[in-house]
């Protein structure tokens, strides 16, 4: 059988070279199916990626809806960097600024070393039943929506929530802590929930790589005499050092993404001078208020710097990630 | 000497256990919360300082959910998008991953970089709203549907499953005198059923999670998945404190005289437990299919 197949299979390779060379039109006449098969999918992000972009440029004309939307560009009165500029000198450009960094970077100090202490601490577990345990529980919350998520935590944070309870009977508060009607708080909260939801999930990744390291490293260090923490400290972390330096520059690029759902879902009135994130604000004035040309200055202006952040960060990954190699 | 090591490594694997143990405590017990209050009488719920045991088991919250035309009409929408969506999404995106697995493939490059570009940047909320009003997507079933079909994550996924698998079949296929099409339905499909399955199931959670499309793109009553008919209980819940007098008692005569916090908490857990149950099988798939997407990037 494998005889029979191997010169055939020289044959096919050997074709396949030669239709490199034919003719645009033949090359495409021979791949008919293939490009037919990718067709849905180019029509698709033509229509669902490509036309939003272009539609960007409602963003310098003062859009009035009414009209098939791409011929009202033209009728619309062009109005150059009017809504950035509005957008920058508003005071609400340096409060939404604030909270989106401030969320992203609180959600970072917090759930950034989160994942890296449980995937290690899963790997020193000796009992692998217990073991297994541990990453199928961590990993369930990542399954959940944003929407129970937050059903979840405006219970659990309730003046008689559970958190309350707990917190009296150890005596640590006398009068219950009312988490949502503080704003100083929400950051906090947020970053708490973006850990709870993803801190199992995302330690995939380190307990991935720390699959990889080679045994002999560990028994090398045992034989030097290291103990478990040595262990840690002088073969794991090392190894996983270019994964973690690679999570934490991507991290950075995405800094602008400081979430909606989270903070539409659990915000209130009152907290709403610290939870009004850029994705929100862009929701509320472009959708909800109609300032539709508003928006989406707003939402190109967040594109566009999140998009060299994380080119940047790419860049700057892709970099690290090939010194560390050699 | 050795004794003492023994004893290290003891109380090193207590400590873990204490350790992992509150993790594991602090990930189930907000559910097990949830669940406590949906399963106890709703008069008594509002006495409140209900934890980790229900004082006064009663599954009048559930009946009533359950017979909630809101409810259950959410349910079957979101049921709906499930079952539609996903099969149309994982053909689409293998159809476009398999074409792209041909490295002699007529526009390789460009059509790639078209999809990668599209993961970096975006148009934003509001041109895609005026889109899908353009493409008359708002406000029908079918915004569940089509603007999901792709994903450009999972494709690359499912790319690099293709491209990993053996040529000799396909050639062989070829020499019958197959076409592209048939080898792609006949021979690549059944043998990327590892990889489909995976993405398949995290599609499938999508759409079952997806609540701001169902919020934002759609207004009739009949259209809103469950998730969205949560998200409408989750604000009444909050604007309940601002409420008059008057509000409130018409919104609890229309809900039965059930408490409003053991009808939200029986409603999480109907939106929950359906991603309980599915959860080990998706849990067996995913950690390969997270591992191919690491190993290419």
Known sequence: MKTQILPKFQNATRIEKKSKKLPLIKRVIEQKYLLLMALPAIIWVFIFSYAPMYGLYMGFVDYKPGGPFFSSFFTSEFVGFKWFSYFFESGDFFRIMRNTLATSF???????????????????????YFKKTVQTVSYLPHFISWVIVANIFLTLLSAE????????????????????????????????????????????????????????????????????????????????????????????????????????????????EYSDVIDTYTYRYGLQN?????????????SIVAFILVVTANRVAKKIGDNSLF | MRKSVIKVETVFQIILFIFLTTIILVTLLPFWNIFVISINNAQDTIRGGLYFWPRDLSFESYKTILMDREILNGAKVTVLRTVIGTPLSLLMISMLAYALSKRTLVGRKPITFMFIFTMFFGGGLIPYYMVLKSVHLIDTFW???????????????????????????????????ANDLQIFFKIILPLSKPILATVGLFIAIGHWNSWFDSYVFTYKPDLKTLQAVLVKILNQYQTSGMMSDQQQLADSAKRMAVSPDSLRMAATMVATIPIMIVYPFVQKHFAQGIMVGSIKE
């Open chain 1, 106 to 128: 609180l959600s970072l100090i917090i759930s950034f070393p989160a994942p890296l202490i449980l995937a290690i601490a899963i790997n020193e577990v000796n009992n692998r």
């Open chain 1, 290 to 302: 109609g300032m539709f040309s508003y928006g989406a200055a707003v939402g190109f202006f967040k």
């Open chain 1, 161 to 272: 929530g559970l958190v309350n309870n707990i917190l009296q009977g150890l005596h640590l508060i006398d009068e219950p802590i009312l988490f949502f009607q503080e704003g100083k708080n929400f950051w906090g909260i947020i970053a708490s929930a973006n850990t709870w939801k993803d801190m199992g999930f995302n330690s995939i990744i380190y307990l991935a790589a720390i699959a990889g390291i080679n045994p002999n490293m560990y028994e090398a260090a045992k034989v030097d005499g290291a103990n478990r923490f040595q262990q840690i400290l002088y073969v794991t972390l090392p190894a996983l050092k270019p994964t973690i330096v690679i999570l934490l520059i991507l991290a950075l690029g995405g800094i602008l993404n400081a979430g909606f759902d989270q903070q539409y879902l659990m915000q209130n009135d009152m907290v709403l």
């Open chain 2, 143 to 177: 915004v569940y549907i089509i603007p999901n079909l792709m994903s450009v994550f999972y494709m690359i996924l499912v790319r690099t499953f293709i491209e990993q698998l053996p040529k000799e079949l396909e050639e062989c296929a070829k020499m019958e005198g």
